[in-house]
């Protein structure tokens, strides 16, 4: 028991250590962009004030956060610190709802603000940013809160549960792990909003609205038709949502304006799909493996010579069904 004792002890130690090290790494970090960014460009008035707030969001208070908490660590305060620390974690939720909205007007003002392209220039042109621009740092909230959940899980694992501080631990672990998932799937949204649009402007014309709320893409590729009366196997893309499985095929390659979009060919609603795996093979295409979709006025035999690709769509395609 002294043993595991010491052991935990010393691995936490590590862990404390590290955490320590890497906080006055982010710090100085987050310090470059709230001092040679926010502060001047607040004292210059180059952005109305609205705009500053857009593009930086919360950035001086999570700065602020951190600092405290760098002090508490380098005192040995572990706990307090982070029980500290963990009432300011809501600030990472709004840092990444308005990351989206920051980069776009961040965008917009170098684009239209010549003053303001030239102060940004000339910051980043400093020794302290070694080359990094400030794009490049507006994200590392976002990380750092995806570190701080490594770090305190580890610490936790290596606190004895008799500790006082291992209750601290354990609220501060649940507290990251809530704003983690909640960024996480503020990141997961807008990763599904782009992948909606690039399909949306793939598609000729706009019979069929991609950009619905609350649908998800889940995948894409291509696939064979198996038509129902006896002719040639068809080549066609398929887009997998989770509520609709729509077919498309490419618009004719000398076509003025739509040669790189395809066309919608059909929408099929999953809630009325019953999905089935089959095997089948033609005479000119050798071994294909294939499944089924069933629809109340519809049949639709899919087919591959892919095993792999025809098992993820079934596994896909049921999964969207189910």
């Known amino acids: 028991l002294e043993e595991q004792r010491a052991r935990w002890e010393r691995k936490r130690s590590r862990t404390a250590k590290e955490l320590l090290e890497t906080e006055h790494k982010y710090l100085e970090e987050l310090d470059l962009v709230v001092t040679f960014f926010v502060t001047i460009l ?18 001086e208070s999570i700065y602020s956060a951190s600092h405290v908490l760098a002090l508490h660590l380098e005192r040995g305060n572990l706990g307090p610190g982070l029980e500290n620390f963990c009432q300011n974690l809501e600030l990472y939720g709004h840092y990444a709802e308005n990351l989206e909205q920051a980069n776009k007007i961040l965008k917009e003002q170098l684009r239209k603000n010549k003053s303001f392209r030239r102060f940004k220039k000339l910051q980043e042109a400093r020794p302290q ?25 580890d610490l936790l694992e290596n606190t004895s ?4 501080e ?50 998800w893409y889940i995948r ?21 949502f989770s509520d609709i499985f729509i077919s498309t095929k490419p618009c004719h390659p000398l076509h003025p304006l739509n040669s790189n979009k395809l066309a919608c060919q059909a929408v099929y609603p999953l809630h009325q799909c019953v999905v089935d795996k089959v095997f089948g093979h ?25 095993q792999q690709d025809i098992d993820d769509w079934y596994q896909s395609l049921a999964a969207a069904v189910r």
């Open 42 to 59: 607040k004292a210059k008035g180059t952005l109305k004030p609205a705009v500053l707030e857009t593009i930086f969001g919360p950035l």
């Open 220 to 240: 894409e590729g291509w696939l064979l038709v198996v038509p129902s009366k006896g002719e040639e196997l068809k080549r066609r893309m398929f887009f997998l």
């Open 166 to 215: 291992y209750q601290k631990l354990a609220k501060a672990v649940k507290s990251v792990s809530e704003v983690s998932r909640w960024v996480q799937d503020i990141i997961h949204k807008r990763e599904n909003s782009l992948q909606l649009l690039r399909i949306q402007k793939l598609l000729k014309g706009q019979k069929i609205q991609i950009l619905t709320p609350g649908r």
């Open 129 to 153: 940013f070694q080359g990094r621009k400030l794009e490049d740092l507006l994200p590392l909230p976002l990380q750092r809160l995806h570190q701080y959940k490594h770090f305190l899980r």
């Open 282 to 306: 033609t005479q000119s295409q050798g071994i294909l493996f294939a499944f089924q979709l069933s629809f109340p006025h519809k049949t639709l035999l899919l087919m591959s010579s892919d």
């Open 161 to 164: 549960p008799d500790s006082p």
